[in-house]
């Protein structure tokens, strides 16, 4: 089974500046795809980056990032220019690429980003 | 595009009682969906995919007698908990695959989630 760790349940961070928040996962295939999601207090999800796991490119999105180390089983996401708007939970996320994508999501327990005026 | 709706937003039901929840992809197909369950302040933790016309698979651990899953088209799902008691209160979130990404990289949708509490 697939594990997804994010070791930092609260990320405090200043307006316009930068933060990473951090994600480790374990499996044993080879295939797969990485997500980070955001969940404001509406507590809808919201797709905030997708990584194929066969890119060795990072994926980018505007002001948010990842750093996908696929040996070291690590992604993490980056935030720049960071904005109010940005404060919510955010979690990352696993999904198998086998199955012809009948897989649902493995969540990691989330890191609550603040931003700070 | 892509919008998942999830009905209702938020039940109460006396404890003993069965509640339904409906989730739909409004403006896509999706042959599958997935029912996820979060706790306050925790991660959603998948409970079954469901897969239009045939049953739904569930995770280990979640009682498919209590948690009921039907998909009886290509836009809807639902899951019906059966004699609820109160440690079934939760976040209940159903996310849907849109069938015309089918393929590697499909999107998965997510609906606004059900808010249920047992008394």
């Known amino acids: 089974a697939q594990t997804v760790t994010q070791s930092q349940p609260e990320m405090s961070v200043q307006e316009a500046e930068t933060v990473t928040l951090s994600c480790t996962y374990d499996t044993s295939e080879s295939d797969y795809y990485l997500f980070w999601y955001k969940q404001p207090p509406s507590r809808q999800m919201i797709l905030v980056i997708r990584q194929e796991a066969y890119k060795q490119q990072n994926a980018t999105e505007n002001r948010f990032s990842v750093n996908f180390q696929k040996a070291a089983k690590s992604f993490s996401l980056k935030i720049s220019d960071s904005q109010l708007g940005d404060a919510a939970m955010y979690f990352c996320a696993y999904r198998s690429a086998r199955g012809g994508g009948a897989d649902g999501l493995t969540f990691g327990k989330g890191t609550h980003l603040i931003i700070q005026p | ?119």
């Not at chain 2, 799902?77 to 159903?94: G, K, M, N, Q, R």
């Open chain 2, 1 to 119: 595009g892509a919008v998942v709706s999830q009905h209702p937003s938020r039940v109460i039901c006396k404890s003993g009682t069965s509640v339904k929840i409906e989730c739909r992809s409004l403006d896509f197909q999706a042959t599958t969906m997935f029912w996820y369950r979060q706790f306050p302040k925790q991660s959603l933790m998948l409970m079954a995919t469901s897969n239009e016309g045939s049953k739904a698979t569930y995770e280990q651990g979640v009682e498919k007698d209590k948690f009921l899953i039907n998909h009886a088209s290509l836009t809807l799902s639902t899951l019906t908990v059966t004699s609820a008691h109160p440690e079934d209160s939760s976040f209940y979130i159903c996310s849907a695959r849109d069938l015309a990404g089918a393929g590697r990289s499909y999107e998965q949708y997510f609906g606004p989630g059900t808010r249920l509490t047992v008394t």
